[in-house]
């Protein structure tokens, strides 16, 4: 199954094994990541590393 996911940030997707980072509608880098994410965590962020990553306005 493949999942399409679209974030700003970085924390997320370091858990992905493939990024693809675009720019005005054209693609910068196209990165495979083999290993060095922490997409294998088995324990969900906390509340409070959820609050601290959050966007705000």
């Known amino acids: 199954m493949t999942v399409l996911l679209a974030t700003h ?6 858990r992905c ?3 693809v980072e675009l720019s005005d509608g054209e693609i910068l880098a196209d990165t ?3 290993g060095g994410s922490d ?3 088995t324990e969900w ?3 409070t590393e959820m609050e601290e990553s ?3 306005p």
């Open 32 to 34: 495979v990541r083999s």
């Open 45 to 47: 962020p906390t509340e």
């Open 9 to 14: 940030d970085a924390a997320v997707a370091n």
């Open 39 to 41: 997409r294998d965590r």
């Open 54 to 56: 959050a966007i705000r």
């Open 17 to 19: 094994e493939r990024i």
